[in-house]
């Protein structure tokens, strides 16, 4: 769709420019996954809430699968009445998304009549349902955690003959391999299984506010739902515990701020019968609780907590601090349960008649049936699986690179899962055949280039949206969840009436304080954080929760009423404003800002 010359737009998909060094980055990533000439004329944003940062090549399967599933569940299975799936183009490593409306009144009628049969089922069983969502959910994370990466000695094990299995244990290796993927598969149909019905009740009963009330904010509708207690929450819940059991035992002292937490277990073990027991809470405390990643469970490198303990050690001083000082650290949820009881009970008052309160009710009871799965989820799927997952993938690299195929196990992240099973070939016939692998003169240089190109592709600024501005971005779900309205679109394109000191974005959650900003462009930079700053991001993860007991407001360029920030912000009743578009480029770290989350305004104080 060409543009006309002086028109305010953003730039076509076929106009994307070669980013210097990056040349031949489209060979990390599928080739349905690159932008076509007929892209030109579609309305793409950037989806930097879930892909705030370059996608290596293995972890382009992170979009790949969850919009394979999303897009089932929500065309397939269920019929929404008026969406289909996501569809998602990779440019210069950056992921872009647009979901394909279902516009035709006669299609959407007949949508209607099975999504009301289909996901009316769902609905009235929710609960039976669920538990046995939990159940399945479950026992594909004890089959990601028993995936074994075959030995391959010199011999295989007398047992392997005498047993009569049947086959050598090269075998294993795609067949265990192969498993992961399709578990991964398997999880993100099971995730969005639930998560799509449970955002559709939502829109459902946002959209009868918005037109019984018509001058309600978002913010008041989020918050009829707040107060709800989700097992995301839980990993924050064990920090408290062993901070409470840090002073229990007089261990506070090691607990200090911007403390190494290295040099923390050091002195723990050296703190006796105390330090062992400590330790002893520590790891009894991690599984499951610390498969928690410092990012939303999309890339590799956003390792757990487990993996990492700098996101847990950064809380754990201030808890103690807390704790020694007889502070109350449990979230506000009772608060907040009160607060959504007067604000429904205003709005229901407002209703004119019986039929209108019986069905608030009954939408208002749905959402809050549904709405602890929106988060709850979160924990046991992008975390808990995924976690698991990225660490068999990396066992898998660990031979490869043990086989000398590889330089590093995480180099395994720089190939095609395609790829990894050529690899995996090469080691299954050298093996076998007692040759050598050609692996090392073919992938090392590979994976050589493809770092290079992952730090060239570092430097470029993906420009928040592309193709034509859409007549007008009503579609509810994108509005929630990634905050892209209409004004967000006027402010990515330079609105007229932009004020240099303020950013505007949604109200996510209430508020009003005044602090020094600390800017964090990279999730693994959180341990930076310090008492009582605002923090300014691209976007947060729910597995943040420990950082937003020691901040005094967030602020998001990404992100929805309903978005994973906004619903953190809430719980732990501190100010919010999401959605601003640009906050991480007009705020700097060290700057006085005021966070207004009534309004939704972030004011740079000069």
Known sequence: MPQTPGERAFPLPSAIGAVPGAEGWEEMYPYFSRFRPEDDGRFWFYNSMHFPEVVPAFDGLTSEIPYTAIGANTARLFSFPTTLGIEYRIVNGRVYITANPVTDPAQVEARLTDFQERAGHYYANWDRLYDGWQRRIEALIAEIEGVEVPVLGELDDLSVVTGSRGYASNHLLREEFHRCIDLYSKMWHHHTEFLMLGYGAYVVF???????????????????????????????????????????????????????????????????????????????????????????????????????????????????????????????????????????????????????????????????????????????????????????????????????????????????????????????????????????????????????????????????????????????????????????????????????????????????????????????????????EVLVCPVTAPSWGPVFGKIAAAVSDIGGTMSHAAIVAREYGMPAVVGTGQATATIRTGDRVRVDGDRGLVTVLR
């Open 206 to 532: 946002f959209d009868f506010c918005r037109t019984a009330f018509p001058e309600i904010g978002d913010q008041t509708v989020a918050r009829m739902v707040a107060g709800m207690d989700v097992t995301m929450y839980w990993p924050d819940d064990e920090l408290k515990k062993l901070a409470a059991l840090a002073v229990e035992l007089d261990l506070a002292d090691l607990f200090v701020e911007g403390s190494d937490p290295d040099k923390v277990l050091g002195g723990l073990g050296e703190r006796g019968e105390a330090g062992r027991r400590w330790l002893a809470a520590l790891e009894e405390a991690k599984d499951p609780w610390f498969n928690v990643s410092v990012g939303d469970g999309f890339y590799h490198h956003h390792l757990s907590w487990a993996d990492d303990l700098t996101v847990p050690f950064a809380a754990l001083p201030r808890y103690v601090e807390q704790i020694r000082a007889g502070a109350d650290l449990t979230r506000p949820t009772e608060r907040l349960a009160q607060e959504r009881e007067r604000i429904a009970d205003e709005h229901r008052a407002l209703l004119g008649s019986d039929d209108e309160r019986a069905a608030f009710d009954q939408m208002l009871g749905l959402c809050r049936q549904v709405f602890p799965y929106i988060e709850s989820h979160k924990f046991y799927c992008e975390h808990w699986f995924t976690t698991r997952f990225f660490q068999k993938i990396r066992a898998f690299g660990r031979l490869l690179a043990d086989r000398g195929v590889l330089a590093d196990a995480d180099d395994v992240f720089h190939l095609r899962h395609l790829e990894v099973e050529d690899a995996l070939a090469d080691v299954q016939l050298a093996w076998a055949s007692g040759g050598t692998e050609h692996g090392a003169a073919h992938w090392r240089p590979i994976v050589a280039r493809r770092k290079e190109i992952v730090a060239a592709l570092a430097g470029w600024s993906p420009p928040p949206a592309l193709g034509p501005v859409p007549e007008a971005m009503n579609d509810p779900a994108v509005q929630m969840l990634w905050g892209v309205t209409d004004e967000t679109i006027a402010t990515w394109l330079g609105a007229d009436d932009q004020d240099e000191d303020t950013v505007r974005g949604y109200a996510a959650s209430p508020g009003v304080v005044e602090g020094v900003a600390r800017v964090l462009m990279s999730v693994n930079d959180i341990g930076a954080i310090r008492e009582g």
